[in-house]
């Protein structure tokens, strides 16, 4: 029994920090320059360059606070490489009834160390918008 214990004790030990280190990876947040609040409700897309296509790793809807805390799935592990978030903007101001020159913003982005925090805050109006790496 002691010896069955212990081995679940290392191997939580082992498993459950990088579960949470994957769940931590990104984070994104959207506000409306125009209103000057969050964005809620607004699907984004998170995929992963692999040779010449993208393939879709997660996607998420951002809260009321225009946030969505956990993009990165908990069950695919950091790596190293090229990434895009994607946020779908057009149906938010849509539903605001409010005409939009970009449906769909795409940010590409690398990223160079696993063991770092990613987060994407989007600036956004109606015909214009602002990205950078966040905190």
């Known amino acids: 029994m002691k ?12 498993t459950v920090p990088a579960l949470a280190q994957a769940a931590d990876t990104l984070s994104v947040h959207i506000l409306n320059q125009q209103t000057g609040k969050p964005a809620p409700g607004v699907k984004v897309t998170l995929e992963q360059k692999q040779s010449n296509n993208w393939k879709v790793l997660n996607s998420d809807k951002t809260d009321k606070d225009g946030r969505i805390k956990k993009l990165w799935p908990d069950n695919i592990k950091t790596e190293i490489g090229e990434y895009r978030v994607t ?21 590409e982005f690398n990223i160079s160390n696993t ?20 905190s």
Do not use: M, W
């Open 87 to 107: 946020f779908k903007t057009g149906n938010y101001f849509s539903d605001n009834k409010q005409n939009s020159f970009f449906p769909e913003i795409p940010v």
């Open 3 to 14: 010896k069955y214990l212990l081995s679940a004790i290392c191997l939580s030990a082992i």
């Open 115 to 134: 063991e770092e925090h990613y987060h994407i805050p989007l600036l956004l109006s109606q015909y214009g918008y602002s990205t950078y790496r966040g």
